[in-house]
């Protein structure tokens, strides 16, 4: 397993389930990020399942639906160490190589160079993997509408002010008032915010260009999103009291301070929304000389989380459970020839990257890693779906007065 991140420590808790001798490999040295993951019901259920309030009591009590990244690692940690999974931190994923024994990954581990030995390698190493980018798998590039998303932290001291302040996800069509009177008080345009009171105070939001330029955040006004968030274009502390006035706005008090990513900086950031990079397969076959072994994508890995939707740790717990189904008929399965099996996994992979809590089947208590027990059929998907929002939408419009026709929908 190639990265200790939520979708790579699932994954390893369901292959040592299987019976398998799982070893995690992280290059990082330990768990910092603050931002807050936003979880469906049914990854709630799952997560319960493998013993997850066992190590933290308070996980989703009540009405929460949400938990920090670095808190669901130091818990799913505990769970897949106590179950039999190795981990071994600052190891760098380099390659695969094939030896006489076999496939093996390349690491680098301070200045050595180490092997380890695989039938099955799963890359849950981030949207840039190198596990992916090694073996040649191909990616794509989604792109929509401009869309600059912004995240931040604050301390969150637990203070009586602090719990009273309730959370919420707006967006400024349906709320017009809100975001409105949040321009007129400081000329911040935002397309939708999103709060979550965790361990931290967070904040993931949708700016608007020409606000952020005319606040400084942005230096120049470029046509290119690379080029427009550039490190060099961005005034760090502008976008930092934007921040602030968002957080006073929302009624954060003045007296909290930004909470500190692993470096020591203040945990603000700013990024481009507008694409997202996926892989269009989720496993190879790797066949030399006798020697034969299973490659799975997953996680972030395989498809590029969207922040302010929260798809990607629940579309992780999803990939983590196919990708045990893939280990299971791989050795079920030694004969099959592997254009059948991969053609069989590639269309389940469909399923999970752009799958929503509608498309899951409802008894979450009875998934399991046949995906036959966990998604929909594709076309009674499509009709509720549709028919869904079509409904919502006229619901919605109806309720701000609005007499305009529906969008069409495809």
């Not at 009177?181 to 105070?201: A, M, S």
């Not at 290119?224 to 957080?247: F, I, S, Y």
């Not at 208590?365 to 009674?380: C, D, L, M, S, W």
Request: proline share 3%; hydrophobic share 40%.
């Amino acid at each position: 397993m190639i990265g200790a991140g939520p979708g790579g420590l699932r994954s390893a808790i369901e292959g040592i389930l299987l019976g398998g001798n799982v070893t995690v490999l992280e290059k990082r040295s330990d768990f910092g990020r603050n931002n807050v993951l936003h979880l469906w019901r049914s990854t709630i259920v799952d997560l319960k399942a493998i013993g997850i309030k066992t190590f933290f009591p308070k996980f989703c009590a009540g009405s929460i639906d949400h938990i920090s990244i670095k808190r669901l690692q130091l818990v799913l940690l505990k769970i897949a160490l106590v179950l039999g999974v190795r981990v071994l931190f600052q190891k760098e994923y380099l390659n695969v190589q094939c030896d006489e024994l076999g496939y093996k990954a390349e690491v680098k581990s301070g200045r050595e160079i180490e092997s380890y030995h695989f039938d099955v390698l799963i890359g849950a190493d981030g949207e840039k993997s190198e596990v992916a980018t090694s073996l040649g798998f191909e990616r794509k590039v989604c792109k929509g509408s401009q869309a600059i998303g912004i995240t931040c932290n604050f301390v969150n001291s637990n203070t009586q002010e602090e719990r009273e302040i309730e959370e919420f996800g707006v967006i400024s069509v349906y709320f017009q008032d809100y975001f409105r009177i949040l321009r007129e008080k400081y000329d911040i345009q935002l397309e939708n915010l999103v709060y979550y009171r965790d361990e931290t105070h967070y904040f993931v939001m949708a700016g608007i260009k020409d606000s952020l330029l005319r606040k400084g955040v942005l230096k120049q006004n470029e046509m290119d999103c690379e080029k427009l968030l550039a490190k060099e274009n961005v005034d760090q502390e502008k976008l930092e009291e934007l921040c602030r006035q968002v957080g006073t706005y929302v009624g954060i008090p003045e007296r909290c301070e930004f909470a500190k990513m692993p470096n020591q900086s203040d945990d603000v950031q700013i990024f481009d929304f507008s694409k997202k990079m996926q892989c269009t397969e989720s496993a190879k076959i790797l066949e030399n000389a006798g020697n034969k072994a299973l490659v799975i994508i997953t996680g972030d890995a395989l498809v590029e989380p969207f922040w302010p939707l929260g798809t990607g740790a629940n579309r992780a717990v999803l990939a983590s459970l196919d990708g045990a189904w893939m280990i299971k008929r791989f050795f079920e399965n030694p004969e099959t020839p592997s254009e059948n099996l991969l053609q069989e996994w590639n269309t389940m992979f469909r399923n999970v990257v752009s799958c929503s809590p509608e498309e899951l089947q409802p008894n979450f208590a009875k998934h399991t890693i046949n995906p036959e027990t966990r998604y929909k059929k594709t076309t009674v998907l499509r009709e509720n779906y549709i028919a869904a929002f079509e409904k919502s939408h006229l619901e919605r419009r109806k309720s701000l007065h609005l007499d305009v026709p529906i969008l069409p929908t495809q």
